[in-house]
């Protein structure tokens, strides 16, 4: 077995994060960009492993009349059953995480040796092919190579041939052919792609559904559904030891803000009303602290110790700001009753 770098990268992102002014379909693309880097967490992949010679598996040739005539009289090879084909068998990968970002992750592979019938390239198009089919609205380059030279420099080989990758391929996921009789022009948000459906159900709205792409649709939903649940995820909601803190706050069963307007309207200091306040956060040469590891386990530990600090600076974040009564507002929920949202939106 050989250890093998994998790469995956979510590119060419402003084509699903910017191409809209709906903060849920921002969100969306963020979280879905996000799960898509980490789709082999706790995942392995099954490939047929195929003989080095397919002549292995065809039948051994008869030996000549005077050789099959001399092993009849000496009663030799009777009992010995004739070559039949090899079992097929199959190889289940599971891909080991060493550092996982918002746009990429970086795993580690073991694979047979490189003569295996190149298992390597059918391992990666698996990959590539389980990405396209449960995030086809999102671009991702995927490569593979060995660590023989040592991680640094596989690191760097990986990398670059992402970027390679990258330049290959079309900047936009292109959209599945749409039936010319339910054309209805371009998408109402993104004024690029085949509108396909009218989206309904818009909170806060009384305006007709707009129709919209698919692409954008999925990412509406998907950043409708899961905006409340990722950010208790972020900051622990359910981890004994930040119990206290949150239960004391509210953020254990918060919901937050759905659209900008949640968040700068109808605030009661008439100073604050209509006013947004963004923080940026972004890393000081990370990208030089990563490339400097000498290991995989020196990537995983900067990966662990960042994380881990990350969600701290967001949970302290949320529980100062939710210790401000103006910072809390009501809006229906689901269910059509008031619920306590906070004043907060988190983008990826």
Not at 87 to 113: F, H, N, R
Not at 135 to 156: I, K, M, Q, T
Request: glycine share 8%; net charge positive.
């Amino acid at each position: 077995m050989t250890t093998h770098l994998l790469r995956i990268e979510a590119v060419n992102l402003d084509e699903v994060l910017f191409d809209t002014d709906q903060l849920s379909v921002i969100r969306g693309g963020g979280l879905l960009a996000l799960k898509g880097v980490r789709c082999l967490e706790g995942h392995s992949i099954e490939l047929p492993l195929l003989p080095r010679n397919p002549a292995q598996n065809a039948p051994a040739p008869a030996p000549p009349n005077l050789w099959r005539r001399l092993l009849r009289t000496l009663r030799i090879g009777r009992s010995v059953p004739p070559p039949g084909p090899l079992e097929p068998k199959t190889l289940a990968t599971t891909a080991k995480p060493i550092s996982c970002g918002a746009s990429v992750g970086l795993y580690e592979v073991q694979l047979p040796d490189p003569g295996d019938a190149r298992i390597g390239d059918r391992y990666l198009s698996e990959v590539a092919k389980r990405l396209n089919d449960v995030y086809p609205h999102h671009g991702f380059v995927v490569d593979l190579v060995p660590s023989e030279g040592g991680f640094r420099r596989a690191h760097r080989t990986v990398l670059a041939r992402n970027r390679c990758r990258q330049l290959q391929q079309c900047t936009l996921a292109l959209p599945a052919a749409v039936a010319s009789g339910t054309l209805n022009g371009p998408c109402g948000w993104d004024d690029l792609r085949p509108s396909t459906e009218a989206l309904g159900g818009l909170p806060g709205t009384k305006r007709p559904p707009p129709r919209v792409s698919q692409s954008v649709a999925d990412r509406y939903r998907y950043g409708a559904k899961h905006k409340d649940g990722a950010i208790r995820d972020l900051i622990g909601v359910g981890v004994p030891e930040h119990a206290p803190k949150l239960s004391a706050s509210g953020l254990d069963r918060a919901a937050f803000a759905r659209s900008f307007e949640d968040i700068a309207s109808g605030c009661p200091d008439y100073r604050l009303n209509n006013k947004l306040a963004i923080l940026y956060f972004d890393g000081n040469d990370f990208g030089a602290i990563q490339d400097e590891c000498e290991s995989p386990e020196d990537l995983r530990a900067f990966d662990v110790a960042l994380g881990v600090r990350r969600r701290e600076l967001l949970r302290r974040l949320l529980i100062d700001l939710a210790a401000d009564p103006l910072a809390w507002f009501e809006a229906p929920g689901p269910d059509g009753m008031p619920a306590r949202r906070l004043r907060f939106e988190l983008l990826l």
